[in-house]
């Protein structure tokens, strides 16, 4: 048993690696300062060295290439950014490893809601979505809201009404289950049970228990296009448990997704919370427009400083408008990959 | 019958230049540069000199004269920018002149849905609801959220539930009927029904529809208090006729509400989703802080040059760390009252 678990985690990682080593067929060295690229995170959090399993690492290494090729594919035949950033981030929300699309956590109901954003740094047009339910990628609904409507930002039924209207398929919430998700809710919900038993402990405080093994799945991709233009997006189902309608940072412009041409393309995983009152991506955007900030010490700034000091957790994914990107994180790990300019290899990291 | 209108319109003006001409029973002369204040708004938009009946006027300036009042009179006392900005909010929910509370505008399904936002300058903390229903003064449930609970955002039912977890009251929905804003949404529903018989506009593109009268109601209120910290409330009933669960950028921490002890306190009014998509509170506090600008150079290249270079209509009520208030708006007009410094006379305008 041991035997086949250790050949299959090898070939999991041979494959990674393979995967890993191009996003084309041929990846040429010493290629130029990159005129284009694509950076994504697939959520941040207390990832420790010991109890990420290998073959799990592999999945993730392997899903995290797949999307971040197919980003840069886009980009590299001379696609939009906000083409590539939308054609990455829906496979991530297909794939169950992430907390965004099928995957998504449960929320105290035992539902499954889910928020999006995406936006285009040449106009700054932005189109979100919030708790809806029946949205297979909410990623092109966000999209949708952007350009067939005057609006910005939708909610709930509404969004979801407005989704049929536009001709998108309403699916059934079996179809987010995974086992791995309803397990953790349960183990959750026992939690939830135990400390409520204990006095002075209310339930109000109780919501987003993610337990020890604290992580956030959220989704992102920022992307830099051949024609200059940046854009971001960001997909979630939000934070297990989640009471009262509550929304996180992720379909907030300018807290957990921005993107404007004149500075970056920003979007962020973590407790939501603070990157709402933090403004977390604008601010970024801020720092290098009036601050005159590189990228690297505006992101530095507000995740490694503003953020810690004021106890959030999370981290985020960065590029500006000369290719450069950034993506710090105060968590012990973030999903994260990049590829950048012609030809480019597909960079992945965890730690 | 024009005799009478004429004298009770005299009463009326008489009433008001009485409750405007102080806050304090005894005015003084040349006070010493304000420690603390208050600003508010009662919204923005195309307001006619010609169109502006003259008791309309007065009810309009007596009401923000009650509620700037109230504000400024928490503060004399001692009290917190977050007390003196939610008492403002609540007199001014509570009026029929205003689109929030009481009076809110009708959506598409001849509901009213109430958004509401608050923020501490000195905490970073913040309290949102969007499309609530059945709620008379959604700012103190802003406030519950930012003091009472993990979260920064809630909406809809979820909100509610918390409300009334919380102990508040749910109100049923004919209490925010007025006659007016219901002929109002009649007329609007009747343009939409013309252009939808005309090719070529989708119905998608006719929501938030005001008409000739476009006039945004929103309110909102900034203060610093004596102990130097700010605060900013926002609260709306959206657009008329809106769809889709449209959420526009009154609960948008960093777009139509904001408050940051380094900088100022901002309160929006106007097309929200320009608001949302340019950040325009927190841009406005960024200037200032990254930029070195004054308010009232931050909030002037804000509201004058990027948001009418996007097309956006509107304006804003900022209060600085100093005590300095900017009020620009680059509609026809902006209702708006302002009360600083010790026995502060309430200075209102609308032009």
Redesign the interface.
Known sequence: MKDTRTFSCWIGLISVILLASSCSREAKIDTPRPTFGIAIHGGAGAISRQSLKPEREAAFRAKLTEAVCTGHRVLQNGGTSIDAVEATIRILEDSPLFNAGKGAVFTSEGTNELDACIMDGRT???GAI??VKHIKNPISLARLVME????????????E??AF?QGIELIEQKYFFTQERWDSWQRAREREKQREKRPGTSS??L??DLGPDRKFGTVGAVALDKAGNLAAATSTGGTQNK??????DCP????GT?ANNRTCAVSATGT??YF????VA??IS??M???GSTLEQAAGTVIREKLTK?GGDGGIVAIDKNGLIATPFNTSGMWRAHALGQDAKAVVAVF
């Open positions: 700054l047009k932005a919030a708790g067939k409507s005057r609006h910005v930002m939708m909610v709930g039924e509404g969004a009404k407005f209207e109000s405080l919501e987003d009471r009262f309608g509550r929304v996180g907030i412009v300018g807290a921005y939501g919370e709402i009152r933090l403004n604008h601010d801020a720092l427009e009036y601050g004021l």
